[in-house]
């Protein structure tokens, strides 16, 4: 089998497509593939799941503002010019670029008239973000042990202030299961830990589940 820095490159990079349903061209605009072959030392020997964190943690710091802005900008185009191109109104495009309206749901005209001035798809201007970030604590949480659930899930409890029922009637689940989950006696479902994801989803839950499991 092939083991060079290429091989694990275009292996690793596949890899965090499938994970995070992003798109190559989406991921290639804040990280290329040499830099992520210049990843190899140390990461090919690591779990994969590092090097998911490590390329989350550049797109993080990498994003500058909403998926809309980030194309306004690299289309070299001003709010008031992107107005005047799309015929949308400028303080709509403000309001998507400082998050105070969701541009998920935007009427669909807004959407297609955007796309076609900045060159890209629909789906290229949604906010994906929170959607894979959530996906992805879900999957740490339900992969997780029975012992290292149950540590997450009451400190959750605790920093949240959130009760049994409380937390059963948020997720739609019946008491005995959280209370089974938290006595170690039922695993997490992949769908409960999703919702239990959404629920907790703040930067705080990967600090729990590494501290849980160092902690076994």
Known sequence: MDKSPEYWAGWALTYFQWATSLSFSWI???ISLE?????YSPYHEMDIQQFIDKLLSLIKER???????VRREKANLSQKELAELSSVPIRTIQQYEQKQKDINKAQANYL???SKVLSCSIEELMEKTDIYEENLLAEQLSEAKEATSSTVLLRLLDDYRMSIPELAAKTGTD???ISGIIKDKLPISASLARKFARIFHNSEINGFIRKAKDSK
Not at 35 to 39: P, Q, R, S, T
């Open 63 to 69: 994003r500058k503002g909403t998926n809309l802005k």
């Open 35 to 39: 830099e992520i072959i210049n990843l």
């Open 28 to 30: 290639n605009e804040f």
């Open 112 to 114: 297609l008239c955007l």
């Open 175 to 177: 008491e005995k299961n």
